[in-house]
């Protein structure tokens, strides 16, 4: 056995002996000036172009076979810089015809080529010529049988100008491969490149090279994945008098804010939501026109099917109808807060609206459920519409705190100021949850209709109040008022005008029938008309709310009813005043002073100036109060003590 290998290796071995000798040989008298000749036709005979060398040219035939050429550009394009470039053009050579005196090229490296792609305003690109004859070249025939499978791209850079959209990039540190076997009609380029600052790993394969150069119909399959996104694609390819694709779009993000940066889109006001993005649909691309269909998009864990539409037409427009189960509003809503984090004012932070201008939107959303911070609503349709700066959302009707809300909302920009118009109803809904939740009103228990009307105009939620226009009337029944009990305290009243208000902030106050109208003028809500109707116990309010300090400042009456159709009995004045979260409600001093027996001289000598400050000390000591000059009939301060002080 082992003499049989012996001589088996004995003629391979005499073999490669006889190459090396032919090879050594070759290098000797190889006619170098043909070689060059053959190699130039070759690659012009393959891809169609035509280069012209400006540098040296080096020939080496053994240990490796390949033709360099030094600063070669290519031929024609017109005046100005080439569209191809490149530092030194390799070609390798196939060993074996080489032996026969026959020169095919193996494969082509190009080493720092500079692609440059100018797109003129109509339309027309600096390659259309080139790509015209790569297309002619190309095609099968008698007449070319000559051909290479690879070309190699290594260090170079691209730049691209459209002058129709004012457009202009750069591609760097390009590293690719083009192949396009000779037994196929295939294409196929995989590499990497450099791009606003991010390496992305990129492949397409075209299964007819000929027809899509052509603008012929041609299957395509494309992926480029990066760390702020990846896009794939797969179907088919067209350009006959425009770009046309159709076929299945991926597309998938850790961060969509960050892909749309890198992408040069608009992003988003503040910094809440638009994280974690994932879209798969049907996509069919006529020039800058997408339309997808079958979609199925996820953003920050909320899932929607349906179908959008984009364009880049000198100015993107996104238009969407979709479907979804549960959604979550809270990060988008969340960017945007009236408030200053942890303070009862209103927030001064400048309104970013540059979003406004960037983009126009008309999108239609339907979910079974929907979540805005502590709000859930039940089945909702939404439209959202964002043209010219000015965004409009409508709720056609959403299933909310029991009931219904419909409403619109619409902000316009001027400059860096916002004009705002919002219009809402809630029909039929639990007061308790809508006013806690919506007005940070907790006082308030029962159903009714909210109906609001409001405009305003600044450049903050603070200036907006303070502009604050409109109108609001609210209509409740069968509910209750906590925080006192008007008729236990109008009855020890009735009883006992001087024994203070007790524990006036306790208990509540049920109501048949509540009715709130309210006007609002430069942040400040006047009260037309507020009546609280109850079983045994009547309330009137008037008065206004600055809505800028979110303070009252209302004066109102208690009546004891005797009977359903009897006049009223008791009455008593009072007065709201503070904070909106936790105001002071104490009785007016003048009223039961008036209604205590004795009392009348006192008030008799009130008129007399010499004798006004000794009943002044007199009335604090019966109410408990401390009185204003000039006995005023409504005295801010604390609420009254338990008990008029005793004794002297």
Known sequence: MAHGMKRLGMPIAAFVGLVLIGLIGMSWFLNRDALRQAVGAQIRAVTGLEFAVNGSIDVSVFPGSYVSFHDVGL????????????????????????LLRRFEIADVMMLRPHIRVIRSADGQSNWTPFIDTIARTMKPGADNQLSFSEIRIQDGVLTYQDDANRLSETVGDIDLSLAWPSISRSFAATGQFDWRGERVDGSVSVSDFIAALSGERSGLKARIASAP??????????????????????????????????TGQGTPAGTGGFGRFALKARANVVGASIALTNVNVELDGNVA?????????????????????????????????????????????????????????????????????????????????????????SVGEAQMYGGIARGSFNIARSDAVADVKAQFQLIDVDLQSSASELFGVTKLSGRG??????????????????????????????????????????????RRPLSGGGNFRSGSTPYDKLTVAVKFNDGVATAEDVRVDGPT??????????????????????????????????????????????????????SL???????????DAMKDRKTRDAVRSALERFTGQKTLPEAAVSVPGSAPAAEAPKGN
């Open 449 to 494: 209709n909210l109906n609001v009307a409001l405009e305003a105009t600044g450049n903050s939620p603070f200036g907006l109040v303070q502009s604050l226009d409109g109108t609001a009337t609210l209509t409740g029944h069968d509910g209750a008022i906590s925080g006192f009990n008007v008729e236990q305290l109008l009855k020890r009243l009735e």
């Open 593 to 603: 002073i008036r209604r205590s027996p004795g009392a009348a001289p006192l008030l």
């Open 305 to 393: 099917e349906g179908v959008m539409t984009y364009s880049n037409n000198g100015r993107q427009t996104l238009q969407a109808t979709l479907a979804a189960g549960a959604l979550d509003f809270t990060p988008y809503v969340g960017t945007v807060r009236l408030l200053a984090s942890g303070a009862r004012d209103w927030n001064r932070q400048l309104f970013d609206l540059n979003a406004l201008t960037s983009t126009d939107l008309d999108m239609r959303l339907s979910a079974a459920k929907l979540t805005v911070g502590k709000s859930t609503l039940g089945r909702t349709a939404l439209g959202a519409n964002l043209r010219g700066g000015t965004l409009a959302l």
């Open 537 to 590: 116990a009547r309330l009137t309010l008037t008065g206004t709310a600055s809505v800028p300090a979110r303070e009252y400042d209302l004066k109102g009456v208690a009546s004891l009813i005797s009977a359903p159709n009897a006049p009223p009995g008791f009455d008593l004045p009072f007065v709201v005043q503070g904070p909106w979260d936790d105001p002071l409600i104490f009785p007016d001093p003048e």
């Open 75 to 98: 031929k024609g394009g017109g005046a100005g810089e080439p569209a191809l470039a490149v530092d030194v053009l390799t070609a390798n050579l196939r060993l074996l015809p080489l």
């Open 229 to 262: 996104l990846k896009l794939a694609f797969d179907g088919s390819v067209a350009n006959r008098t425009s770009m046309m694709m159709e076929g299945t779009l991926t597309a998938d993000s850790m961060s969509l804010r960050n892909a749309m940066r890198w």
